[in-house]
């Protein structure tokens, strides 16, 4: 029953470079993760003057169009009729 006990640390082999580069890889994709889910929460806003500028125009022409371009479906296309011999 008088057994000693071994309290020291375990020997822990140093890591190889193949283990340290994944290992900084990882950390940096998760960091890489994390600054894109922040772009997506926090969008970066143009200055104001820009976007007035830039989208006033296009609502302007975009209603001036007419739709004149687009096919009509109810136009029946006329029967070519055979020639009798």
Request: glycine share 2%.
């Amino acid at each position: 029953m008088a057994t000693e006990l071994d309290f020291s640390p375990p020997e822990i082999p140093e890591p190889t470079f193949m283990e340290n580069v994944l290992r900084y890889g990882l950390f940096f994709g998760a960091i890489f993760q994390l600054i894109c889910v922040l772009a997506i929460i926090l969008p970066v806003s143009k200055s104001h003057k820009t976007d007035s500028e830039s989208f006033e125009p296009k609502n302007s022409e975009t209603v001036k169009k007419p739709k004149a371009t687009a096919p009509q479906i109810s136009k029946k296309p006329k029967k070519e009729t055979k020639k009798k011999r």
